[in-house]
């Protein structure tokens, strides 16, 4: 049996070799069969001239002396080993170093959460309605009848307000991705909580409508800021391995921060005139957690390397694997940094619709947009005010928090099973749970809701444990994974300016849904759930169709441009530039078997040894 395995694995070598050299790259293919890298002497730094790596000097080649180490771990790589060898080699662990930077810097999600969690409970305060909503006021707490339950809080100002901050967060989101590139991951976090700060403090203590809207564009700030960093940050800080666990840690906090909302609604709306000014202002706690994580946690060893700051980078990367022995994936981060350095910021964008990475940005950008045609901020946002219109409404704000119990239960069976199953099989599962709970939710209202102007009690806990099932569905699969894959999918070179472009589509739809709700809700009735429900089976079936599973691949390799150049559909977007993405990669496992360093195993001039020959 060992005999057959040697056999297969020498086949599979001898494959690649073969790709190598048919590749466009065959004098380098040639150069490596020819002779052995042992043999090439010094190497000048390709990195000069090109941008901040640009002050590194030339640098001897570590070729020139074998280390036996790295003979055998390169003689020992094969391509079913990984993407292209060397996945098998990452040694870096789970650590509890890793968690606690990952939790810490998640709180990112938790002002999101908070804030949306936040909106609906106190638009159905009544101290609230009455200084700023007077027309709804009436219909609403004072008891006056309306004819017309689901147009009970149509009203264009209060979408405003529940909508605004989506806008300003689609707005920052460019420059915020900026940032991330430009000042880096920790920097661009502690900019994040400090827009929080001050908007919840404008929100809190605001005597006017227009004050408020100032408010929540602020809060949009901080929150579009932390969605653009944040994910980007724990994909590059967390084990590859563990990475879809990790950052579901973001929707962990988002969903947390939901329940920690109404839960904060439910209690002060026994406060009269002030209570909801104490449940805007709560939204400054987790705010405070991201500027002391802005402060303490340590830079993206991605970002570090990119700056040009090897021995930091370095250090950085073997403290958050909890070994000394990250040769493999610091070579792989290096080859990021060395192909980044040489892209501008508006490079970057240019480079999200080349042909090598347009089948990822379609898909990430569709996929976060997709997520706001679930409906699930729409429920998210007006559960109270709905469950108020159709039943009593006391009921209302403790709907909502049985609501938010349930998004923070599903998210955490999600982060469980990630890693396991897959994002593609979660996604898939996700949207036909979602599909058959809106059908029926629409279903039981449009039964129920004739000529009445309320639900009697058996109706609404049916409605009520729909509405529970398609938020379970969404908070382990849509929820999390859009921005785990917005994060991951995309190269170094692209990663902010992609993740920038998933914010802009979720953010401009998430603002498009919140300010038309209420009025779809007036004017189509239950049918508002059906034409969810119609979104929800379209984007399953382009789940089905267009996206590769992506599970385990490590971040910073052409994994994933390579899933894509293999897919049926998409290696036809990416035509000749998929080709050589493939050929690229069988040239760089051919490669990596080969190569050979000093003593202490410094494989970043691998990604020296790939620009000698033009790769």
């Not at 090439?40 to 180490?69: E, Q, W």
């Not at 006021?137 to 529940?162: E, N, V």
């Not at 004050?211 to 929150?223: E, K, N, S, T």
């Not at 508002?528 to 971040?555: C, D, Q, S």
Request: one cysteine or more; aromatic letters at 10%.
């Amino acid at each position: 049996m060992n005999g057959m395995a040697e056999e297969d694995a020498g086949a599979e070598a001898a494959n690649s070799d073969a790709a190598a050299a048919r590749s466009p790259w065959h004098k380098g293919a040639a150069l490596l069969h020819g002779t052995p890298l042992l043999a090439r002497a010094s190497l000048s730094s390709p990195f000069a001239g090109s941008g901040p790596l640009g002050s590194r000097a030339s640098v001897k080649s570590p070729f020139a002396a074998a280390t036996p180490k790295v003979a055998k771990l390169a003689a020992s790589s094969s391509s079913r080993a990984g993407p292209s060898g060397r996945a098998a080699h990452y040694t870096g662990r789970m650590t509890i170093y890793v968690l606690v930077v990952a939790l810490v810097s998640a709180t990112g999600g938790m002002l999101f959460g908070f804030d949306i969690g936040i909106v609906g409970g106190v638009e159905a305060m009544a101290s609230f309605q009455a200084e700023f909503f007077p027309e709804i006021y009436p219909r609403s707490i004072a008891g006056q009848k309306d004819s017309d339950p689901y147009c009970k809080y149509h009203d264009t100002r209060l979408q405003l307000f529940s909508a605004i901050m989506f806008l300003s967060g689609a707005v920052i989101a460019v420059p915020a991705g900026y940032a991330a590139r430009s000042f880096g991951r920790k920097a661009s976090m502690l900019g994040s909580g400090c827009f929080f700060l001050l908007g919840a403090g404008l929100q809190a203590g605001a005597h006017s409508l227009t004050q408020l809207i100032i408010g929540r564009c602020v809060l949009g700030f901080g929150v579009g800021t932390a969605a653009c960093v944040v994910p980007v940050y724990i994909s590059e800080v967390a084990p590859y391995a563990s990475r879809g666990g990790l950052a579901y840690l973001f929707q962990v906090a988002t969903t947390t921060g939901i329940l920690a909302a109404q839960l904060v609604n439910y209690g002060n709306q026994y406060i009269p005139v002030w209570g909801w000014r104490l449940s805007l202002g709560l939204a400054a706690m987790p705010a405070c957690v991201l500027c002391l994580g802005g402060l303490v946690l340590p830079e993206s060893p991605s970002y570090l390397l990119e700056q040009g700051r090897w021995a930091e980078g370095k250090a950085v990367l073997q403290m958050l694997r909890g070994t000394d022995e990250v040769d493999a994936e610091y070579a792989d981060i290096c080859d990021a940094a060395r192909a980044s350095a040489r892209v501008s910021a508006l490079d970057s964008w240019r480079n999200l619709v080349a042909r090598h990475n347009l089948p990822m940005t379609i898909m990430s950008t569709s996929l976060a947009a997709l997520q706001q045609l679930t409906g699930i901020n729409a429920i998210i946002f007006y559960a109270p005010i709905m469950f108020d219109s159709f039943t009593v409404s006391s009921a209302a704000l403790l709907n909502a928090v049985i609501i938010g119990g349930v998004n923070v239960v599903g998210t955490f069976v999600g982060l469980a099973l990630v890693d396991k199953w897959g994002r593609r099989p979660l996604l898939l599962e996700g949207g036909i749970q979602m599909l058959l709970s809106q059908v029926a939710t629409g279903i039981i209202l449009g039964s129920a809701h004739g000529t009445a102007t309320s639900l009697d009690t058996g109706t609404a806990a049916a409605a009520l444990v729909c509405i529970c099932i398609f938020v379970a569905g969404f908070s382990w699969s849509w929820g999390p994974i859009v921005w785990v894959l917005g994060a991951e999918v995309q190269t170094l070179d692209t990663r902010t300016s992609g993740m920038s472009a998933v914010v802009f589509a979720n953010y401009l739809l998430s603002f498009v849904i919140g300010q038309a709700f209420l009025s779809m809700l007036c004017s189509m009735r239950y049918y508002a759930f059906i034409f969810f429900a119609g979104w929800n089976l379209f984007m399953t079936v382009f789940v089905f169709a267009l996206l590769p599973e992506t599970k385990a691949m490590p971040l910073e390799d052409t994994a994933y441009a390579c899933l894509f150049a293999r897919h049926p559909v998409w290696k036809r977007v990416m035509g000749k530039a998929g080709k050589q993405v493939l050929e690229r990669e069988a040239f760089r496992a051919a490669a990596w078997r080969q190569a050979q360093g000093t003593e202490g195993g410094d494989l970043r001039d691998l990604a020296k040894y790939y620009e000698a020959l033009g790769l």
